[in-house]
């Protein structure tokens, strides 16, 4: 897969709604499989793909069944770690404050440098696998891969239960990534 019109017609395993969302951009069907239940549905041809990063990948064997790799880079999947409030409440101002000074901007950085590192040792280790091909989009690839799926962002802002607050989101999160 080189270009957004060789998934026309392909089912693919979605991670969400708004995933689906992006293949029908491509003219492709969103499938919703649980994670342990994706190699089972490769294998069968139940669907012909998935979009995972390289470390689901791995831990779950896709490489056995779907030895084939297109490196879009299109997708990002942010993480939270949550904790209810009365839970954060009930805490004494000693754990409380330990878990204050383990948040924010700089633990963030951390995990998305741990997650960053990982996808790229398992990638290496791809590359080097004989049995498994993994193609880099040329630079006119990705331009009809940004053509393709220039209006996710207007789609994402769209679904979400307050547009407006998403549109704002979205536009800060872009300013951050250009940083």
Known sequence: MKLPGDLAGLKLRTPSKFGSSLFDM??????GIPAPQVYENLERGVVQGAVWVMDA????R??????????????????????????Y???????????????GRKTAEWIASVIDSTDA????????????TIHDLSAEEKAAWDAALSGAPAAWAGQQPDAAAAQAV??????LSAQ
């Open 57 to 60: 990948y791995r831990t779950f």
């Open 89 to 103: 409440e009930a805490l004494s101002a000693e754990d409380k404050a330990v878990l204050d000074a383990m948040s």
């Open 26 to 31: 491509v003219g492709a069907s969103g499938v």
């Open 170 to 175: 979205l536009t800060r999160a872009t300013a």
């Open 121 to 132: 040792e398992v990638e290496a280790a791809f590359r080097a696998n004989k049995d498994v």
């Open 62 to 87: 896709l490489n056995e069944v779907a030895p084939y790799i297109t490196s879009t880079h299109f997708t990002a999947s942010p993480m939270a770690i949550l904790m209810n409030r009365r839970t």
